[in-house]
């Protein structure tokens, strides 16, 4: 069965656009299943039915795995007996029948649109830090990425004049529209606030957001930048990098921004991720038509 993993994820690594930690998911899933199989006496890939594959999953219930876990596992299981069918090397899909593990998704935390303003409001216009944390909030709220992505963001994957930024993740490539206000912030930044950062004595590299060293703003120092203007503002909420990119998902299919649009936006490999936030949409909205009875 190994060989047929080893075939498998070499024929995703070249035909798909997978991040390296998608393609060491699907590696680390197959290879424990396989591992499993081989214990109960399972070693070739035509032996394998769906009942094989149910006593796995529920072996990595009882391990203590996730429900989450359990879905992208069955997921795998599923992508990878499609291929080997394709492949003429099974005859049927044995993980078609898979039973999906039963779970209640927590709903993401979303801001107010009043909320996002008060948070944009908070980073000083006459500081070169503030220009840059203010540009950084803006293109963040505005184009949904992911923080490691907004912060990996060079000089040259940003055009203003289009409006336009080029985000890089794993194998793949996406451009994403800014709208005016980051364009604006951006181009403040870029032209005062990083040259002052720079002119301090230190050498600043490609990249488009960069500390008192001049080097790049890390993750982690992005965090304690959105805490520190949370309480700023006043809002109560725990409010993380991706908060921001739920907000954005949400206000964008609440402004009638199709779906499929928005998954393009926030590089979703799959329709149905995006199709969590018409899930908080109508669960906003059923919040709302609760307090309006009350009130």
Known sequence: ??????????????????????????????????????????????????????????????????????SRVLATLRTFFDYLQDQKIVEHNQAKKLKRPKFEKKLPEIMTVDEVERLLAEPSDHSPIGLR??????????????????????????????????????????????????????EHYLKVGR????????????????????????????????????????IKKTITPHTLRHSFAVHMIESGVELKAVKEMLGHSDLTTTHLYTAVKQDMANSAKKNTRKS
């Not at 699907?26 to 394998?48: A, F, N, P, Q």
Request: charged share 25%.
């Open 195 to 234: 040259e002052k950062i720079c002119r301090r004595g230190v050498v600043c590299d490609e990249s488009a957001f960069v500390n008192n060293a001049g080097q790049r703003l890390t993750r982690q120092g992005f965090w304690k930048l959105i805490k520190k203007y949370t309480e700023q503002a006043g």
């Open 133 to 186: 944390d203010k540009a950084m909030l803006e293109v963040l709220y505005s184009t949904g990425l992911r923080v490691s992505e907004l912060v990996s963001l060079n000089i040259e994957d940003i055009n203003l004049s289009l409006g336009y930024i080029r985000c890089s993740t794993g194998n793949s490539v996406r451009v994403v529209p800014i709208g005016k206000s980051s364009i604006e912030a951006l």
């Open 1 to 70: 069965m190994k060989k047929h993993v080893q075939h498998f994820i070499h024929h995703i690594e070249n035909e798909r656009q997978l991040s390296r930690n998608t393609l060491e998911a699907y590696t680390r899933d197959l290879r424990d299943m396989v591992d499993y199989l081989e214990t109960k006496g399972v070693s070739e890939i035509s032996e394998v039915r769906t009942h094989d594959m149910q006593t796995f999953i529920q072996h990595l219930d009882q391990m203590g795995k996730s429900a989450a876990t359990q």
